[in-house]
């Protein structure tokens, strides 16, 4: 009985203190707390979603007022525990439970005394807000580094984007937002099985609002090869892109008319890993760019027919379906769209083939005797030519020969030029070659599959023997008397500068005397100083360039960029310099047309050296004399 009573008496005691207890918690009222808080808005906290509840609401460990305690961590989880879970689970959560500063609820929602309705406008989760939301963290790339994110700046790309440009500049509420495909509390990496962006999640997300886009996209060829988890079939981001989505009539849209055959379908069916894994035929893509329609898109004409055109967008099947645009029933329908009136004759070719498949053979044939024809002709006048061209030179030398000559270039000088200019012709050749590997004149390097360089070989070859014909013409100069006398002559002087000006008159109209030259005016001097230089320059930058391993050791990376950029420049600088001023002065000068022939010969006629020299005077005629003589040797 005793025992009863003590245990009765207990039970009174629990339940009276822990009514005491709910008193008092009850008891603190909003304003107690705000009379110590005042930092907090009492308006805006009552204007919140939460302004309806107590501050013990959430502060649950507070019981007393004044509390001497810190007040520990308000967790959301208390009222929302299904989010809690969804956001534990995904990336950010985990993240934040792992200690790093990623995005918490209040990051997203807002400060807590101050947090509205997802669907107030001044709300942080609003949907025109979200995406200036997700960027406060997103678009700071110091931040984001760490995580090594696919995209530094993904909210700047959607802005731009057809989705961006809907919701914040038309303000159309309805637009796709960062949460619509990557979730909200729910967020993962897409290559996590689990991601709204998922490879095969991709056309469902893209679907809440493309729906009928979807099914036919889960209907074709693309959709059951990406749902069967093929990865190599496209799904909606390869093609349109991802943050970066344009409309198909913006020119820069990845599915642009004019970018969609190389850029969008060209990027897999030009693939050579992807056509034989697969057994598709690897040459559509380069075949559809020798028709007229590939050459006319190559061109930017927007109305010619593009893989779509054809084959479809999202609805693209295998040409042996029935149901394919391309298959041989529908084929005439699909042409007749672009060229009304096709008929079913226009089946029995095949679209794709190029006039050297065996395929087609009346074409097939017909190319080969046009190839044949037009050797056979053309080779026929080229070698008719020919024979006309060397008797009547032949006559010419003759005639020339006839006439007084005195030596302008001696035969191993001769023989130093036309080592200079094959040996000029070969490089620029095989280094342009290099600075745009896919010109058509690029053939003789892919004309045999090779397991090594052939065109760099040729080029560091040919670089050998201009560098030796160089050490070998600087010799000749500075050894031999012929050579010392030629570089006297060919060093710049005062009289250069105002020959220059006088020749410039003389042109302009504006003096009626045409200047006199010395043996080398500052035409030549210019040029072969010109020549110098550059073959100084591309010889060091070239030697950093061939043997990059061992400069690359004591050189910074911006020095071989560097010599990258002076070699490829002062290349482009040579070949303009020849064409402009060397063959003008030796081929086009009326002076010189059609030829100077003193790189043939070897000897001018008397009367060219006439025009070359100015007349000397009397007192200086033994001088010259004696330096006439010498030429003759």
């Known amino acids: 009985m005793r025992k009863n009573f003590t245990l009765v008496f207990l039970l009174a005691s629990g339940l009276f203190l822990f009514q005491g207890r709910s008193l008092a918690v009850e008891e603190i009222k909003n304003d107690d707390c705000l009379t110590c808080h005042d930092k907090i808005d009492s308006a805006q906290y009552q204007a919140s979603i939460h302004g309806a509840r107590l501050c013990t609401s959430c502060h649950s460990d507070i019981r007393e007022i004044p509390h001497q305690e810190k007040p520990g961590h308000v967790q959301c989880a208390g009222c929302h525990p299904t989010e809690n879970v969804i956001y534990q689970a995904s990336d950010h959560g985990k993240a934040v439970s792992a200690g790093a500063p990623a995005a918490g609820c209040t990051s997203c929602h807002g400060e807590p005394h101050s947090l509205l309705n997802y669907r107030n406008h001044e709300s942080p989760v609003f949907r025109m807000n979200i995406p200036k939301t997700c960027g406060t963290c997103h678009e700071n790339e110091k931040k984001m580094a760490p995580y090594g994110l696919s995209q530094a700046a993904p909210i700047t790309s959607y802005a731009t984007s057809v989705h961006g440009r809907a919701l914040l500049k038309k303000k159309l509420i309805s637009a796709a937002i960062c949460t619509d495909c990557h979730g909200?509390?729910?967020?993962?990496?897409?290559?996590?099985?689990?991601?709204?962006?998922?490879?095969?999640?991709?056309?469902?997300?893209?679907?809440?609002?493309?729906?009928?886009?979807?099914?036919?996209?889960?209907?074709?060829?693309?959709?059951?090869?990406?749902?069967?988890?093929?990865?190599?079939?496209?799904?909606?981001?390869?093609?349109?892109?991802?943050?970066?989505?344009?409309?198909?009539?913006?020119?820069?849209?990845?599915?642009?008319?004019?970018?969609?055959?190389?850029?969008?379908?060209?990027?897999?069916?030009?693939?050579?890993?992807?056509?034989?894994?697969?057994?598709?035929?690897?040459?559509?893509?380069?075949?559809?760019?020798?028709?007229?329609?590939?050459?006319?898109?190559?061109?930017?004409?927007?109305?010619?027919?593009?893989?779509?055109?054809?084959?479809?967008?999202?609805?693209?099947?295998?040409s042996s379906d029935p149901n394919s645009s391309v298959h041989k029933s529908n084929l005439a329908r699909t042409c007749g769209e672009c060229h009304p009136g096709a008929g079913e004759q226009l089946v029995k070719g095949k679209i794709h083939e190029t006039p050297l498949a065996k395929e087609t053979h009346i074409v097939f044939y017909a190319t080969i005797f046009y190839i044949l024809l037009i050797i056979g002709v053309i080779g026929g006048m080229l070698a008719h030519n020919l024979l006309d061209f060397s008797k009547k030179f032949q006559k010419h030398l003759a005639r020339i020969k006839e006439k007084s000559l005195y030596v302008r270039f001696?035969?191993?000088?001769?023989?130093?030029?036309?080592?200079?200019?094959?040996?000029?012709?070969?490089?620029?050749?095989?280094?342009?070659?290099?600075?745009?590997?896919?010109?058509?004149?690029?053939?003789?390097?892919?004309?045999?599959?090779?397991?090594?360089?052939?065109?760099?070989?040729?080029?560091?070859?040919?670089?050998?023997?201009?560098?030796?014909?160089?050490?070998?013409?600087?010799?000749?100069?500075?050894?031999?008397?012929?050579?010392?006398?030629?570089?006297?002559?060919?060093?710049?002087?005062?009289?250069?500068?105002?020959?220059?000006?006088?020749?410039?008159?003389?042109?302009?109209?504006?003096?009626?005397?045409?200047?006199?030259?010395?043996?080398?005016?500052?035409?030549?001097?210019?040029?072969?100083?010109?020549?110098?230089?550059?073959?100084?320059?591309?010889?060091?930058t070239g030697a950093v360039l061939t043997f990059a391993d061992y400069f690359m050791q004591y050189l910074p990376k911006w020095v071989m960029d560097l010599a990258t950029t002076i070699h490829f420049y002062e290349a482009v600088l040579a070949v303009l310099a020849i064409l402009v001023w060397h063959f003008y002065f030796v081929i086009f000068d009326p002076e010189a047309y059609p030829l100077n022939l003193s790189m043939v010969l070897g000897k001018v006629p008397e009367k060219e050296k006439a025009i070359e020299t100015p007349p000397v005077p009397k007192k200086k005629t033994a001088a010259k004399t004696k330096d006439s003589s010498y030429e003759q040797k």
């Open 184 to 318: 909200s509390h729910d967020l993962h990496a897409p290559s996590n099985p689990k991601s709204k962006m998922f490879r095969t999640h991709v056309p469902t997300t893209c679907g809440k609002c493309h729906e009928n886009v979807m099914n036919t996209y889960l209907r074709s060829i693309h959709g059951t090869a990406a749902m069967s988890g093929k990865r190599e079939a496209p799904v909606c981001t390869d093609c349109h892109g991802e943050h970066l989505i344009k409309s198909h009539l913006d020119p820069t849209s990845s599915v642009y008319a004019t970018n969609l055959s190389e850029k969008t379908c060209g990027n897999c069916h030009s693939s050579e890993r992807i056509n034989t894994k697969f057994g598709m035929p690897a040459d559509r893509v380069s075949s559809y760019f020798k028709s007229y329609h590939g050459m006319a898109s190559k061109l930017g004409v927007t109305t010619v027919a593009n893989c779509a055109s054809c084959h479809g967008a999202h609805d693209i099947l295998p």
């Open 410 to 540: 001696t035969l191993q000088e001769r023989i130093q030029h036309w080592i200079l200019t094959v040996t000029f012709i070969v490089l620029a050749y095989t280094g342009f070659a290099l600075k745009d590997p896919e010109a058509w004149w690029n053939f003789p390097f892919k004309l045999v599959k090779i397991h090594f360089d052939l065109r760099g070989v040729i080029h560091k070859g040919t670089a050998v023997v201009f560098i030796a014909l160089l050490f070998y013409h600087v010799c000749y100069m500075i050894l031999t008397r012929r050579g010392q006398m030629k570089l006297k002559n060919l060093f710049p002087e005062i009289q250069d500068v105002k020959d220059l000006f006088s020749l410039l008159k003389y042109n302009l109209g504006l003096s009626q005397r045409k200047p006199h030259f010395g043996k080398y005016g500052y035409i030549e001097k210019a040029e072969y100083w010109a020549l110098i230089w550059g073959s100084v320059v591309m010889i060091l």
